[in-house]
């Protein structure tokens, strides 16, 4: 069956480390890979879209990479800051719509 | 920056009654989505709908749910016969196209409560 697995389900981090997220699927075969946000009570928001042959990708502070071998993308904070905390969202095109993986919760600690 | 707009923002209703939930997605976006997140849960798919047809549904659309674009502004999921498992927040969603690649725009949700 088809899994989209992130890792553990909190992280929490020193104000200015870097986070990483881990995003391991099995049973897809993506062309595309998506990060989003998600605030309590609100709506996922789109942070960064990876091609399948693309290696890595950047947004300001962050960074994500897409290994199509081994099933798995890594999403990076880099000078993480409070405003950072927020739930990460891993998400694989399928079909023209969007399987999320669970979420990871990044809490940064000033 | 345009916005998905989803009203209301929390309804609650008893079990068996009907419910429609309203969207307006950005205005020159085509494609269509309705998301739900049960508490605690990952987002799931539901539908997707373009042209005034659905274009792929899961396998929790069932034939309780329902979805119409009934004007040019307007995109509702309506939920016929409600049940408690229905609880949940329900997102709506849009995108500019439907090809791979695209981001989609979430609303901020209805948080659908039955008793």
């Known amino acids: 069956s088809q899994k989209i697995e992130q890792n553990s389900e909190a992280l929490n981090i020193q104000e200015g480390k870097t986070a990483t997220l881990t995003c391991n699927y099995t049973n897809y075969s993506p062309a595309y890979l998506q990060w989003y946000r998600q605030d309590p009570g609100r709506g996922p928001v789109f942070l960064l879209l990876?091609?399948?042959?693309?290696k890595e990708k950047r947004k300001e502070r962050l960074k994500v990479t897409f290994d199509t071998t081994l099933k798995q993308s890594l999403f990076h904070i880099t000078a993480s800051q409070p405003a950072d905390s927020a739930t990460y969202l891993c998400?694989?095109?399928?079909?023209?719509?969007?399987?999320f993986g669970a979420g990871t919760t990044v809490t940064v600690r000033a | 920056e345009p916005e998905v707009t989803q009203t209301p923002s929390h309804q609650v209703t008893q079990m068996g009654q009907e419910v429609i939930l309203r969207c307006v997605p950005i205005s020159n976006h085509l494609y269509f989505y309705w998301y739900r997140q049960i508490l605690g849960q990952k987002v799931e798919f539901l539908v997707s709908?373009?042209?005034?047809?659905?274009?792929?549904k899961s396998e929790i659309f069932d034939d309780q749910f329902s979805v119409e674009r009934p004007d040019g502004s307007n995109f509702t999921l309506k939920i016929r016969s409600t049940k408690l498992e229905d609880s949940a927040m329900y997102f709506c969603a849009s995108s500019s196209q439907n090809r791979v690649g695209q981001p989609q725009h979430f609303g901020d949700g209805t948080r659908l409560s039955i008793l």
């Open positions: 998400a694989l095109e399928d079909d023209y719509k969007l399987s």
């Open positions: 990876i091609r399948e042959n693309e």
């Open positions: 709908f373009y042209n005034n047809e659905i274009s792929e």
